[in-house]
């Protein structure tokens, strides 16, 4: 069974940092793009980022581009989400997702539980 | 404006046949495969509809995608009270290089 457990989450003051984990079992990690989609109150999916499998491409939504790192540790089955100058619009619950799909266009077949990041002073 | 685009509501009665729909452009769902999503308030979205019209395991044949040219569509038929969600359609962007999801439509079970 597929399973990915984010962790990292909390209260982040606006301007902060905050660095995010995913780690997956279950699953061949290393044929896999893992992308990070996120969970704001009261508004839809958004997504974050996505790491390629061997690590070298990166993607970044543009509200995060300059300010947010995707990175990924395949010896550890993990993804990472480094989070910097951190925003109140950020605050939303951040999960970790499995794609599917070989070119990793957002077929997200297995999730986290979430992780929930507050920005606030 | 959205670079993927929904109805933001649909409604039907139970038994009834629903259809969503998701519009996007040449760089988006005119070039990569489509996949569909139901969501609930504060839960991950649980998948659907992959590759445009493939549906997974555990997914009722109820459920069915389809694509023609840039828009998508996501028909749900012998509509159920449980059915009453958010659901949203995702994609790739080949001219800003990252996933959307559309604005996602409200299903009201009436």
Redesign the interface.
């Known amino acids: 069974e597929v399973q990915l457990v984010e962790s990292g989450g909390g209260l982040v003051q606006p301007g902060g940092s905050l660095r995010l984990s995913c780690e997956a079992s279950g699953l061949t990690f290393i044929i896999h793009y893992i992308?990070w989609?996120r969970?704001a109150p009261g508004k839809?999916?958004?997504?974050v980022s996505?790491v390629s499998p061997d690590g070298a491409n990166t993607?970044?939504?543009?509200s995060v581009k300059g300010r947010f790192t995707i990175s990924r540790d395949n010896a550890k089955n993990s993804v990472f989400l480094q989070m910097n100058s951190v925003r109140a619009e950020d605050t939303a619950?951040y999960?970790c997702?499995r794609d599917?799909?070989q070119?990793?266009?957002?077929?997200?077949?297995s999730?986290?539980?979430?992780t929930l990041v507050t920005v606030a002073s | 404006q959205s670079v993927v685009t929904m109805s933001p509501s649909a409604s039907g009665t139970p038994g009834q046949k629903v259809t969503i729909s998701c519009s996007g452009r040449t760089s988006n769902i005119g070039s990569n495969p489509v996949t569909w999503y139901q969501q609930v308030p504060g839960r991950a979205p649980k998948l659907l509809i992959y590759s445009n019209d493939q549906r997974p395991p555990g997914v009722p044949d109820r459920f069915s995608g389809s694509k023609s040219g840039t828009s998508a569509s996501l028909a749900i038929s012998g509509l159920q009270s449980e059915d009453e969600a958010d659901y949203y359609c995702v994609t790739w962007d080949d001219s800003v290089n990252g996933v959307f999801f559309g604005g996602g439509t409200k299903l009201t079970v009436l």
């Open positions: 992308h989609v969970l839809g999916p958004e997504w996505r993607n970044y939504a543009d619950v999960f997702a599917r799909a070119g990793g266009s957002g077929w997200f077949d999730w986290g539980q979430g």
